[in-house]
């Protein structure tokens, strides 16, 4: 074969598939957050602003108005848009009230949990040794435990409300971090800065601040969104056992409780505040799965 064959020779073609149009919506929703930011900006809205946005007092009881359903069904009215509970109460108002439980448990519990984790994990990465078998073997230990059974267990031994439920869920979501953030400070405390910084007489508080905890900082945030989830649940199923949040203040967990015995005759009592429950959830983890394709480098040029 001549070297003018050869130069002249062309590539293959090479024929790609085009992107099936069903996987548009979901490309869409994993470049621009946008149902996670219009979930989660209601429900801050709805924490912040309930007493304008709640058309009726969420605890007044109106027996004359019990079990109607939402406006959109027989015999409902636009008075009660999402339809009363059996005892009369609006039960929209009850969900605009009831995302205050749900941002305040959610701010408490992931800053409390992340800033534990993140701190066990960064000792136990850096130091090694002794301080890292002891650290790890504590969050061995915590990560065994089934985090519902022994929630119960504390909650029915510790008197039930916001402060001690905020309490539980840290117990039982700190760990997470520690072992990530144990992993991403073994591979930093070897890296030339930090070694400089050690050479230069730099304390290991110093080098923790303006080092390592910069370099772990994004893995942090995406695990964090990703905790909301499970926080959201974890707080409902306690309130739904009557082991969590205690009325008269109201919690979609509670609410749950309260409609399973009506299930067969209320639908939207428990359907309503599990839609609820599930949306935030759901928004969540999106969230978590975008701040994580967009802080990874590998990912971003990948997508």
């Not at 027989?74 to 009831?98: A, N």
């Not at 916001?162 to 309490?167: G, K």
């Amino acid at each position: 074969m001549s070297s003018t064959e050869v130069l002249g020779a062309r590539r293959p073609v090479v024929l790609r598939r085009a992107p099936s149009p069903w996987l548009a919506p979901w490309r869409f929703v994993r470049r621009y957050p946008l149902f996670p930011a219009i979930i989660w900006g209601a429900v801050i809205v709805f924490a912040i602003a309930s007493p304008l946005i709640a058309p009726a007092d969420p605890f007044r009881q109106v027996l004359t108005d019990r079990l109607q359903p939402p406006a959109w069904s027989e015999g409902g009215s636009m008075k009660h848009v999402l339809g009363t509970d059996h005892l009369g109460r609006d039960v929209f108002s009850r969900i605009v009230y009831g995302s205050r439980v749900t941002v305040t448990v959610v701010l408490l519990t992931v800053t409390a949990s992340a800033a534990t984790g993140t701190f066990v994990g960064m000792l136990a990465g850096y130091f090694g040794g002794t301080v890292d078998a002891l650290l790890m073997r504590a969050v061995d230990f915590q990560i065994a435990l089934p985090a519902l059974l022994f929630g119960v267990m504390l909650s029915s031994v510790l008197e039930p409300g916001l402060r001690n439920v905020v309490v539980i869920i840290v117990l039982f979501t700190w760990a997470s971090f520690a072992r990530l953030v144990r992993a991403e400070v073994l591979s930093l405390r070897e890296r030339d800065y930090v070694l400089l910084a050690r050479a230069a007489g730099a304390g290991w508080v110093r080098i923790f601040v303006k080092h390592l905890f910069p370099g772990v900082l994004n893995t942090v945030m995406v695990l964090a969104t990703l905790e909301v989830s499970v926080v959201i649940i974890f707080e409902s199923s306690l309130s739904f056992l009557g082991l969590g949040i205690v009325p008269p203040t109201v919690s979609w967990g509670a609410m749950l409780a309260e409609g399973r015995e009506y299930m067969s005759v209320a639908w939207w009592l428990v359907t309503i505040p599990g839609l609820a429950i599930f949306s935030v959830a759901l928004a969540g983890n999106l969230f978590g799965d975008w701040l994580r394709d967009t802080l990874d480098p590998h990912l971003r040029r990948s997508a």
